[in-house]
């Protein structure tokens, strides 16, 4: 890897090290209020969907639909109709490697 690349590292670790510290100092022991709670609380769940719309949908930059969102769809069935997230894992893995696999 070239110095560029561990130069970005670097700064990436030390951004995220600063955002981290922040709260903590702003706060000085303080509970955080009801409405940031619910709030950062909501946070995970979105990020969350957010990543799995974009490795689902996006496609080289490109919004588009291929057999990832297939295989998340079957999955999703498999959870609306009260399955583990292990065997929704698992039947999502497996109709997407079976449509990859035919075409």
């Not at 940031?36 to 080289?60: C, N």
């Not at 969102?69 to 109709?81: D, E, Q, S, Y």
Request: with cysteine.
């Amino acid at each position: 890897m070239s110095v560029d690349v561990w130069l970005l590292i670097g700064a990436c670790a030390a951004v995220t090290a600063l955002i981290k510290g922040v709260g903590p100092v702003a706060l000085g022991g303080r509970p955080l209020p009801a409405r940031a709670t619910g709030v950062i609380t909501l946070l995970a769940p979105a990020l969350l969907a957010a990543l799995v719309v974009t490795g689902v949908a996006g496609q080289d930059g490109h919004l588009g639909l291929g057999v990832e969102a297939v295989g998340v769809a079957a999955g999703g069935a498999v959870a609306l109709r009260g399955g583990s997230i292990l065997v929704c894992v698992v039947v999502a893995a497996v109709v997407t490697a079976g449509l990859r696999a035919i075409g």
